[in-house]
C-alpha cells in the first residue's frame, strides 16, 4: 500500500524528447513537491504545490511543468529534454507546510 | 542564504560500533530540522524530526539526534551500527516560517563492515 508512488521508475529517452512523469499520493496531504537529485546525489526542491496552487518554482527552466489535477496527483511534464536533465525526480508529499514530507520512490531519467 | 553542511562525504563503520553523523546549519532562527535516509535505488525514508522541545530526540531504527543551537548543528548517532544501516544519509532544514522548501545537505554514504 504505497504511500507515495511515482511512475515510471526507470525512463530512458532521447534529447528533444517530450517526457512526463506521474506522481500519487494516497496520505490525504494537500502539499506536493518535485525534487530532483543530480549526479552527485544533491537534492534541491524544483516545485510545491498546496491544495493544486503553484507554491514554489526554484528557479527551474520552464521546459518543465508540474501540473496538479488534484490534491492527490502531481505530474512533471518536461519538454525538450536535454542530457542535463538526466537525474533522479522525486515526488513527496506533506500533511501542510510544517509537517515533514514523505517521498516517493523515485524516477531515474536518462537522457541519450 | 540558508545552506546544510554535512562535512562527512563518506564514513566507514564496523558492524556494533557507534556512529555519528555530523550535521551544521546556516538559518537565522530556529529551523525544522530532519534526517532522512536512502538506501541505494530506493527513495528517501525519514528517520527522525525536530521542531522543538527536547532537544533530543528520537527516531525509527534506533536513531537518535541532538538539536545544539550554540552550535547550530543536528548531529545523529546511533550507538550499534547494523550491516543494514549501510546507506546515504541526508540532512535537512525547513524555514521555521515555510517548511514547503527542504534544503537539504549533500549526504553522507555510510559503510558497514562485518
Known amino acids: 500500500d504505497t504511500a507515495v508512488s511515482q511512475t515510471p521508475k526507470y525512463l530512458v529517452t532521447q534529447m528533444g524528447n517530450d517526457k512526463s512523469i506521474k506522481c500519487e499520493q494516497n496520505l490525504g496531504h494537500d502539499t506536493m513537491y518535485w525534487y530532483k537529485q543530480d549526479s552527485k546525489k544533491f537534492l534541491k526542491i524544483m516545485f510545491s504545490?498546496?491544495?493544486?496552487?503553484?507554491?514554489i518554482n526554484e528557479t527551474v527552466p520552464n521546459r518543465f511543468s508540474p501540473k496538479s489535477p488534484d490534491k492527490a496527483h502531481l505530474n512533471l511534464h518536461i519538454n525538450s529534454l536535454e542530457l542535463g536533465d538526466s537525474a533522479v525526480y522525486f515526488c513527496?508529499?506533506?500533511?501542510?507546510?510544517?509537517?515533514?514530507?514523505?517521498f516517493g520512490q523515485g524516477t531515474r531519467l536518462t537522457v541519450v | 542564504a540558508q545552506s546544510v553542511t554535512q562535512p562527512d562525504i563518506h564514513i566507514t563503520v564496523s558492524e556494533g560500533a557507534s556512529l555519528e553523523l555530523r550535521c551544521n546549519y546556516s538559518?537565522?532562527?530556529?529551523?525544522?530540522l530532519f534526517w532522512y535516509v536512502q538506501s541505494p535505488g530506493q527513495g528517501l525514508q525519514l528517520l527522525l524530526k525536530?521542531?522543538?522541545?527536547?532537544?533530543l530526540v528520537q527516531g525509527i531504527k534506533g536513531f537518535e539526534a541532538e538539536f545544539k543551537r550554540s552550535q547550530s548543528s543536528f548531529n545523529l548517532r546511533k550507538p550499534s551500527v547494523h550491516w543494514s544501516d549501510a546507506a546515504e544519509y541526508f540532512c535537512?532544514?525547513?524555514?521555521?516560517?515555510?517548511?514547503?522548501?527542504?534544503?537539504f545537505g549533500t549526504g553522507t554514504r555510510l559503510q558497514v563492515f562485518p
Open positions: 538559518y537565522g532562527a530556529t529551523p525544522y
Open positions: 525536530y521542531f522543538s522541545g527536547d532537544t
Open positions: 513527496a508529499s506533506s500533511h501542510s507546510t510544517n509537517t515533514e514530507a514523505f
Open positions: 535537512a532544514v525547513g524555514l521555521s516560517y515555510n517548511t514547503d522548501k527542504l534544503i
Open positions: 504545490y498546496n491544495n493544486k496552487e503553484l507554491i
